[in-house]
């Protein structure tokens, strides 16, 4: 009976240990085409580029903090297009980052295209 309680307590904690406990989610986001052609771009539109550590709107550095204020008032707070132009060297947890702080806005359209 004892060695039968270590055994049930042994795979208890291998399946604790084995599972994962995350919740993974989505981003919404338009991908850019090839060519470089925006999708329905109609309306205003404004560019974030993500490259060497800095944000920049419309060419302007931006805090992180201060990203979704700026975006809305470039847009005019009705809402737009958001290209997002990421540097290779920048890394997946900074998209996102930047992605959960634009998803903050109302009305708005993501494109992410590689920055040149």
Sequence with gaps: MTSLIDVIFLLLLFFMLSSTFSKYSE???????????ATGAA???????????HILVNGRTVAQRRLAPRVDAVLGGQG????????EAESAQRLTDVLLTLRELDDIRIRVEREP
């Excluded at 309306?43 to 490259?51: D, E, I, Q, T």
């Design 43 to 53: 309306g205003p539109s404004v560019r974030v580029a993500l490259s060497s550590g």
């Design 27 to 37: 981003i919404e986001l338009d991908a850019a085409l090839p060519g470089g052609t």
């Design 80 to 87: 737009g297009l958001v290209v997002l132009a990421v540097d």
